[in-house]
Structures are given as structure tokens and as C-alpha cells.
């Protein structure tokens, strides 16, 4: 670094080392205003937007750390910057930017898979049926149990480069195919593994609590789940060994019921985890009055929440990850998402990437989001970043396009941003530039 370096307003007047520079935008869609973390209501679609004047683009300064220094005209530039030298320039050529794309909830470490299931559910079969002759999770526990760490390791990174194609530069991703401490240690080591090697960000969550295993009773699970898989987690996150933010449960009839859920859920707390969990997707167990009793942060699926259920989530400020792709794949009823809006609850999407629905493409999420629950395009796109950190505790680095956050940025080949929601799949041709903390991780060369 070389001269005097300028703070994020101000100009930087030494000819300072920057990392990337993003200019000729169309749209920058910023998502968020500064220090803006959640948008409630009818805010939730007003997407900060800074488009081009007739004579003058957008630009994004990315400072060495990856993180964004300034938005603001291109003409700018020259001014705020003199004499900086740009590691890169990327020429968005009158296309739209929009933040890194976030995913709320995925499954993304396992073996094996379960293709063979997909015709028994189009011929009738329900998911818990399924789940009860044995197939569904156990299947895919007895698979990645019998898996070494490499192995898990390989299938998950192409998992994870295929999100980052399709937009995601930030991800949760659960354990849960283990259900006992080696292999629930295992996943989560996997995961480790993979945050230096994966081109996005990953946020680990434990859910050892994610089925309960062939043999056992739900409430001896439980303990299970406490007494040893839980310490033991947290022993290897205490000596650094893996990072966890939070824990997660299948809160569902034939799995673990609300009490056992609020068990495990009030021992994470304990140890200081955030609380993000299964709740009320195949039956109505109020399962998220639950989860808003005790401030869980988010709970994923809601396809039968209660209305009381939606007003404690909204007085709790829990966020509601909304995962299409499982609703469509299983036929379940649509979570009410209009009405979760209405009453101030945060929503967020998530591909909900596992064995059972096979999706890696956070735009075709935001797409079944808009025609299957009715969420705006721009609702969409809110719940696709500044949300869907927001239920990871990240929304403060990730989730908008704002001076001081990580430079997650999606460039669009169009320009209007919509485009990306508008298209029904194929979205990595859409997409001509995925960026990660200032770094180009995906460019279409055609
Ligand atoms: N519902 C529970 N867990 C996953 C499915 C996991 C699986 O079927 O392997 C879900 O969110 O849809
Ligand atoms: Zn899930």
C-alpha cells in the first residue's frame, strides 16, 4: 500500500493499491440502505437502486480486504481514487449488479443419492412414508456413514461450485446425515475442509437432531442428541477444530416432537449457538410459537404454520427461510408468505439443496418464490441476500451492496436486474460474472 489511504466517503488522495473495480453498471441494485439489516413490510421490496444517468454508469471500488470502499458514478472515479491502481477492472458494459446471492438452509454433504426415490414420490408416495419404510434420511445416513471424509469432501465442492455459478457467494450447510458424534463430527470436518478450497462462503450448522436413528425412540435420541453429539461438537469448535454458528432440528411428527425439539434447541442455546430450525413442514405442531418463545433466529419451511404462528415469529423477530423447491418437489401446501410479509416477519429463501430435492440454483428458487408463494420479484431478491444473512447473523458483512460489507456481487446480462428471476432455469447463462470478497470466482466466456 502506498500513499495515504482515504476512508470510505472521503477522497483517497496516495494512488492506493485497490483490489477490483466494477464500472459501467446500468443498475446497482443495492438491496439495503446503510446500516439497514432487515426490511419489514411493504420495505421489504424497495431495492435501493442506483441506476446510470443518460451520460454516466455505475461504479463499485473494492478495497484490498475484499470489502466495498464506495458506490457512485463513474465519473467519480477519478476523483475519490487519483492515481489508484486496480487490480482489476471488470467493464459491466450497461448490465445490472446485484449483491451475492444468499442461500438460508442447504444439505450439502452426502453420499450416495436418491434418485431412485423420485419416481415412488411422482407415483404418490409421501415424503414421510418414504421416510418411514427407511428410505428418505436414513438411507442417506446409512450412505454417508459408511463414506470417508475425502470422499464426502469431493462430492461436496463441485456441490458447492454450482452454487457459486448460479450466484450464491454465501451458503448454510448442515450436518445431519450422521446422527451419531463420528459421523456428525465427520460432516461438519468436511465442511471445514471445504471453506478454503469452496468459491463461496459457508456458515455451519449442526443437526445431529435431524432424524432420529433406526432403533431408538425419539426421547432416547434426544438424549443423545445432548449428552454426547452436542458436547462433542462443541469440544472440537472450542479447540478450534470446526466452526459451528448454529443447531438445527427436524421439529415433525415421527421425528422429534416440539418438547424434545426445545430440549436440544435450549442446549445449543446453552453453549451459545444460534437457533435455526426444521419447524411446522409436514404437520401443523406449532412448532414456530415454539421456536419464538425462545428467540430462535430462523426456522426454514412453514408450510403449516398457524396465523399464531406467524404473529410470535413477527414479535420474536425470527427470520422464515421459505424453501420452494421442497414444496414443489413433495406437492405440500404453500407456507403463506403474503401473510408472513404483512405481519413484519423477516422472510428468507433457500434452495434447500439434499438428496430429496436436488437444487443448486438460488435464481430458480427466487423463481418459484415469485409464481408458487407470490413473493415480488424484488421480495424475492430481498429474501435471496439481505434476509437470508440476515437469518445467518451475517446480514452486518453479507446481503447488500454497501461500503464496509464484504463485495459479493452478481453481474447480470441485462440491464435490468430481473432478468435473473425472470428466466425459468438456465441462469448460468444469465449470469456473466459471480464475485466473491472482491475476487471474480465465475465468468461466462461466451
Ligand atoms: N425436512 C427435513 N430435512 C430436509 C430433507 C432432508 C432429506 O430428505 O434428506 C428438508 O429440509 O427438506
Ligand atoms: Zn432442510
Not at 51 to 62: K, L, N, P, Y
Not at 199 to 205: E, F, H
Not at 432 to 437: D, L, N, P, Y
Request: charged fraction near 20%.
Amino acid at each position: 500500500m502506498s500513499g495515504r489511504k482515504g476512508n470510505n466517503e472521503g477522497v483517497d488522495e496516495g494512488g492506493r493499491e485497490m483490489l477490483l473495480l466494477v464500472k459501467g453498471a446500468q443498475q446497482v441494485v443495492r438491496v439495503a440502505g446503510a446500516g439497514e439489516r432487515v426490511k419489514l413490510g411493504a420495505s421489504m421490496g424497495d431495492l435501493a437502486i442506483i441506476s446510470a444517468t443518460q451520460h454516466d454508469g455505475v461504479s463499485i471500488a473494492v478495497q484490498q480486504d475484499g470489502k466495498i470502499a464506495w458506490v457512485g458514478p463513474d465519473s467519480e472515479v477519478g476523483a475519490k481514487f487519483p492515481g489508484a491502481r486496480w487490480g482489476r477492472v471488470v467493464e459491466a458494459c450497461g448490465r445490472a449488479v446485484v449483491p451475492g446471492l444468499v442461500d438460508a438452509h442447504t444439505h450439502p454433504v452426502w453420499a450416495g443419492d436418491r434418485v431412485h426415490e423420485f419416481a415412488l414420490k411422482v407415483a404418490g408416495a409421501s415424503y414421510l412414508e418414504v421416510h418411514e419404510a427407511g428410505g428418505g434420511i436414513n438411507y442417506t445416513v446409512e450412505q454417508t456413514r459408511a463414506a470417508s471424509e475425502d470422499h464426502l469432501l469431493n462430492l461436496l465442492l463441485p456441490r458447492l461450485t454450482r452454487m457459486a455459478t448460479a450466484g450464491t457467494t454465501l451458503a448454510e450447510c448442515k450436518s445431519g446425515y450422521g446422527l451419531e458424534v463420528e459421523t456428525e463430527l465427520k460432516m461438519l470436518r468436511v465442511l471445514e475442509r471445504a471453506r478454503p478450497l469452496a468459491p463461496l462462503t459457508i456458515s455451519s450448522t449442526f443437526c445431529g437432531a435431524h432424524s432420529v436413528p433406526k432403533g431408538l425412540s425419539a426421547e432416547a435420541a434426544t438424549r443423545l442428541v445432548v449428552e454426547q453429539q452436542l458436547p462433542a461438537v462443541v469440544e472440537a469448535r472450542d479447540k478450534g477444530q470446526v466452526a459451528v454458528d448454529s443447531i438445527d432440528v427436524f421439529c415433525e411428527s415421527g421425528v422429534f416432537n416440539v418438547a424434545q425439539t426445545r430440549t436440544i434447541l435450549e442446549a445449543g442455546r446453552r453453549h451459545g449457538l444460534r437457533l435455526n430450525f426444521h419447524a411446522d413442514e409436514l404437520t401443523p405442531l406449532a412448532g414456530a410459537e415454539m421456536g419464538a418463545s425462545l428467540g430462535a433466529e430462523a426456522m426454514s419451511h412453514l408450510e403449516e404454520i398457524s396465523e399464531e404462528g406467524v404473529r410470535a415469529m413477527a414479535k420474536a423477530g425470527s427470520v422464515a427461510v421459505l424453501l420452494p423447491t421442497t414444496a414443489l418437489v413433495l406437492r405440500l401446501p404453500l407456507p403463506p408468505a403474503r401473510a408472513m410479509i404483512q405481519a413484519g416477519v423477516p422472510v428468507a429463501l433457500g434452495s434447500d439443496f439434499n438428496p430429496n430435492a436436488f437444487c443448486l440454483s438460488m435464481p430458480l428458487v427466487m423463481h418459484l418464490a415469485c409464481v408458487m408463494m407470490r413473493l415480488s420479484p424484488n421480495e424475492a431478491l430481498t429474501a435471496a441476500t439481505l434476509h437470508a444473512a440476515h437469518a445467518l447473523g451475517k446480514a452486518h458483512q453479507h446481503g447488500s451492496i454497501e461500503p464496509g460489507k464484504m463485495a459479493d456481487l452478481v453481474i447480470i446480462d441485462a440491464p435490468r436486474w430481473d432478468h435473473l428471476v425472470y428466466q425459468l432455469g438456465g441462469n448460468d447463462h444469465v449470469i456473466t460474472h459471480v464475485i466473491r470478497a472482491g475476487k471474480v470466482i465465475h465468468e461466462r466466456h461466451n
